[in-house]
C-alpha cells in the first residue's frame, strides 16, 4: 500500500478529487489516502492557506496528490503552490502535452514535454514599492546550481524516455545575466549528453514556433515565468488546460497536481472536468512505480472519449462528471 498525502483543493477541487480517487480505486490501486487542506478553504477554516499539519504531512510522505488551489489576485495571501515548491525543492514542474483521441484541437501530432525550473526566478517573491502605487519592483533570482539540476533533469528524461532533442529557451539577448548564465549552463550540460540534439530558442520565437509547428518539439526546458506561460501555451495546442496533467519533482518530495484553476463558477454542478487531474495521477503512479495500472486507465479515459454523451460540455460532450467517472471504471 501506498501513503499519499491528498489535497482536493478549492472549488471544483472536492468534485474531481472524488472522480479520480474512485477511478483509482475500481483500477486497483492500493493506495492510503492522507487528507490535508490548503488554499481559501483551509484560509477561512483555518486562519492558514498552508496549515502546520498540512506541512508536517508532506514532510512525512514524500509523495503527494493536489487540487486546484485558488489565489487571490492582486492581495490577500501568496500562492500556495510557489511556497509548496520552494518548500519542498520541487525544483522540476514537467508539464507532458500530447495529442488525445477524441479531443478536438488544431493539431493532431504534438508530443512534447516541458520541465520548468520552479523554484527561482521572478516568483521567488521579492517585490517592493519605491513609491506606493507608483513604482514597483521585483527581483529575478537565477543560479547556476538551481540551473543545472533543472536542465539536467530534462535530459535525463529525455534519455530514459528515448526522447531525441532538447529545446532550451531563454531571453539572453536582452536578460544577459539570468538568462545569459541558464543558456550558459545549458549548453555545460549538453555536452555530457552527446547522442541528444540541443538547441536553444528566444522565448518570443519559441512562442511563435510553437503555434506554426510544434510538431519539431520533443523536450523543452526553461526558467519559472517562462515556463509559466509557455506550458499553458502547449496545453492549448492540445485541448487546453482539461487535458493536460502535472508534476512537481524534487530530490526528495513529488507533488503531483491539477493544472487549471478551482473554476468557482460551476463548484458543485457536477460539470468539472477530471480528465487533467486525472492525468496527473497517472504520472504519480508510474512514479511510484504502478505502470500498469497507469496504462490501464489512460485506455480506459480514450475509450470514454469516444463517447460524447457521457463526457463534459467543455470538451463537447452531454454528460457529468459523475457520468465520465462511471463509464472510465466501466470501460476499465
Avoid at 33 to 45: D, E, L, P
Avoid at 128 to 136: D, R
Avoid at 141 to 155: G, L, N, Y
Wanted: net charge negative; aromatic share 6%; glycine share 8%.
Amino acid at each position: 500500500m501506498h501513503d499519499i498525502v491528498l489535497i482536493p483543493g478549492d472549488g471544483i477541487g472536492p468534485e474531481i478529487t472524488k472522480s479520480v480517487t474512485t477511478i483509482l480505486e475500481a483500477a486497483g490501486a492500493d493506495i492510503n489516502w492522507i487528507r490535508c487542506s490548503a488554499g481559501q478553504k483551509a484560509n477561512q477554516g483555518e486562519g492558514t492557506p498552508l496549515p502546520e499539519a498540512t506541512l508536517e504531512a508532506l514532510n512525512k510522505y514524500p509523495v503527494s496528490l493536489k487540487g486546484p488551489l485558488t489565489t487571490p489576485v492582486g492581495a490577500g495571501f501568496r500562492s500556495v503552490n510557489v511556497a509548496l515548491r520552494k518548500k519542498l525543492s520541487l525544483y522540476s514542474n514537467i508539464r507532458p502535452a500530447k495529442t488525445m483521441p477524441h479531443i478536438e484541437s488544431r493539431f493532431d501530432n504534438v508530443d512534447l514535454v516541458m520541465f520548468r525550473e520552479n523554484t527561482e526566478g521572478l516568483y521567488i517573491g521579492k517585490e517592493q514599492w519605491v513609491k506606493e502605487h507608483s513604482h514597483a519592483e521585483s527581483i529575478a533570482v537565477v543560479t547556476k546550481r538551481a540551473s543545472e539540476k533543472i536542465i539536467r533533469a530534462s535530459f535525463e528524461y529525455a534519455k530514459n524516455n528515448n526522447r531525441k532533442k532538447v529545446t532550451l529557451v531563454h531571453k539572453a539577448n536582452i536578460l544577459k545575466f539570468t538568462c545569459g548564465l541558464f543558456l550558459e549552463v545549458g549548453q555545460e550540460v549538453a555536452n555530457d549528453y552527446p547522442d541528444i540534439e540541443f538547441e536553444d530558442l528566444i522565448v518570443d520565437n519559441m512562442a511563435m514556433q510553437m503555434v506554426m509547428r510544434p510538431e519539431q518539439f520533443d523536450v523543452i526546458v526553461t526558467t519559472n515565468l517562462f515556463g509559466d506561460i509557455l506550458s499553458d501555451l502547449a496545453s492549448g495546442l492540445i485541448g487546453g488546460l482539461g487535458v493536460t496533467g502535472a508534476a512537481n519533482i524534487g530530490d526528495d518530495a513529488a507533488m503531483f497536481e491539477a493544472v487549471h484553476g478551482s473554476a468557482p463558477d460551476i463548484a458543485g454542478q457536477n460539470k468539472a472536468n477530471p480528465i487533467a487531474f486525472l492525468l496527473s495521477s497517472l504520472m504519480m503512479l508510474e512514479h511510484i512505480g504502478e505502470t500498469s495500472i497507469a496504462a490501464n486507465i489512460r485506455q480506459a479515459v480514450h475509450e470514454t472519449l469516444a463517447d460524447k454523451s457521457v463526457c463534459t460540455p467543455d470538451i463537447g460532450g452531454k454528460g457529468t462528471t459523475e457520468t465520465f467517472t462511471q463509464t472510465v471504471c466501466e470501460n476499465l
